[in-house]
């Protein structure tokens, strides 16, 4: 489906350089990445943010309680958001590293354990309340006058490609803007790609997501814990409180209706057995909210005038904690393109500059993805001989110390190729 129009720019429309659609985590650290490049920048919200109250969210935040959204943010991530001024904030308000990793076969004897210290690294990650991330980021936004939010706002239209690769987004109000370049970070649902006639891979995962914040008897040691089942994997990630987890049970749809039907108690309960009461007995739980979980990728990131990036671009399965480092690592490499190509004075709305962008990201996120499918399905499987391989093969990896530190370091940002940005210094 496509709603472009084309057509020539209108007088009236008020020129900027570059549009950002959506003020998430990936459209806002998009905006800071590029912050340095004096372009006047449009980040468009359809959320009421009023900025003032961000500062004192970030102060209050030790007194609120936890965020049911959370991410486990990797090295890499940590930097780029570091590089953008927006960690100390972060760090200050609430984040809880994690220094190991836990995760075994439910229906088998397959264990891995993963430990910052054989990395010789303080902490394998952290987990962040998506609520503070953005918080961090909207509070460096208002350092920058080059960077303008306007919230409560909505794109209606989007038109084809005016002279020089120029677009022209049509507001629900009727306002009319014009820029260089239009970058699409409003998540899953991104009417931007829509109306830019991005075709989408899809496809349902046969999970839901169950989320909420947990009590727990026992310490979480800061360690990550994720169990397989049959129905799918159950993570307890580690919070602040060395007693309070975030909860992630992705299960069957029909299994996932059924755990939102019990009270709090049963639920507790439950739950503590499907987690082998590893951390003792379950003895609270938050709201819980419930998340279809579905695959989805766009056949192309760009068009001229137009990138598409981040939740917009590629959604995967929650399991290995990846959706949001992906988009971040999106934000960097594209802002990284960009800056190139106006130092060499290039055109940076042409497509033949965003494709740079998009052979520099897409490969990998196509990877991450397939690795998500391939997990999702291996440990799905009843089959007696795939469950074998894979409880052989978490074991064997476990022993491995050189190729399970390998793959730990991808997972965690610290090798592979990676946009500046995302760099150590
Ligand atoms: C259960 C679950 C657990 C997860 N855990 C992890 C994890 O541990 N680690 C990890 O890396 N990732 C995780 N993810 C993925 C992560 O949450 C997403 O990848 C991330 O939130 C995407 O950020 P985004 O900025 O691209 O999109 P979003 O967060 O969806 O932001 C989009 C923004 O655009 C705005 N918007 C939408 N439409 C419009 C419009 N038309 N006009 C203007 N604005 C608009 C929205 O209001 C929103 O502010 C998880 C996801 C789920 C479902």
């Given at each position: 489906m496509t709603n472009e129009t084309a057509g020539p720019g209108t007088a009236s429309a008020e020129p900027v350089d570059i549009v950002i659609v959506g003020a998430g985590m990936v459209g806002l650290t998009t905006a800071l990445a590029l912050a340095g490049s004096g372009l006047q920048i449009s980040?468009?919200?359809?959320?009421?943010?009023?900025?003032?109250?961000?500062?004192?969210?970030?102060?209050?935040?030790?007194?609120?309680?936890?965020?049911?959204?959370?991410?486990?943010?990797?090295?890499?991530?940590?930097?780029?958001?570091?590089?953008?001024?927006?960690?100390p904030a972060m760090a200050a308000a609430r984040v809880s590293p994690y220094t190991d990793m836990d995760v075994w076969d439910g229906e088998g004897t397959g264990h891995i354990h993963f430990c910052s210290r054989e990395l010789h690294e303080p902490a394998l990650g952290h987990i962040v309340e998506n609520r503070v991330t953005v918080a961090a980021l909207l509070q460096q936004l208002a350092e920058h006058s080059n960077l303008t939010l306007r919230s409560g706002v909505q794109v209606s239209g989007l038109s084809a490609p005016l002279a020089g690769d120029q677009r022209r987004l049509t507001l629900i109000d009727g306002t009319e803007l014009q820029a260089q370049l239009v970058i699409a970070c409003d998540g899953a649902l991104s009417r931007t790609r829509q109306m830019a006639g991005i075709p989408l891979l899809e496809w349902d995962y046969g999970h839901h997501a169950i989320v909420t914040t947990v009590t727990t008897e026992q310490p979480h040691q800061a360690t990550a814990w994720q169990r397989f089942t049959d129905d799918g994997p159950l993570a307890m990630l580690p919070l602040a409180d060395p007693h309070r987890c975030s909860l992630v049970w992705s299960t069957s749809p029909g299994h996932?209706?059924?755990?939102?039907?019990?009270?709090?108690?049963?639920?507790?309960?439950?739950?503590?057995?499907?987690?082998?009461?590893?951390?003792?007995?379950?003895?609270?739980?938050?709201?819980?909210?419930?998340f279809p979980l579905r695959q989805r990728h766009a056949k192309d990131y760009v068009r001229p005038g137009i990138a598409v990036i981040g939740d917009a671009a590629h959604t995967i399965h929650p399991l290995a904690g990846q959706g949001v480092n992906l988009g971040l690592l999106d934000a960097a490499a594209l802002a990284d393109t960009l800056l190139t190509a106006i130092a060499q004075g290039e055109c940076y709305g042409s497509e033949r500059v965003l494709k740079r962008f998009e052979r520099e990201r897409q490969t990998s996120n196509l990877q991450m993805s397939a690795a998500m499918e391939g997990f999702k399905r291996l440990f799905n499987s009843q089959q007696p001989a795939l469950r074998l391989a894979r409880n052989l093969g978490m074991t064997l990896m476990n022993r491995l110390g050189p190729v399970k530190n390998h793959v730990v370091q991808q997972a965690m940002g610290l090798s592979g190729e990676l946009p500046p940005l995302a760099r150590r210094r």
């Open positions: 980040i468009l919200e359809s959320r009421d943010v009023a900025l003032e109250r961000v500062a004192n969210q970030l102060i209050a935040q030790q007194a609120q309680g936890y965020d049911p959204r959370v991410s486990a943010l990797t090295c890499a991530s940590q930097q780029i958001l570091a590089h953008i001024g927006a960690w996932a209706r059924d755990l939102q039907a019990l009270d709090d108690d049963a639920f507790c309960q439950v739950l503590g057995q499907a987690f082998e009461y590893r951390l003792g007995a379950i003895t609270g739980s938050d709201p819980r909210h419930c």
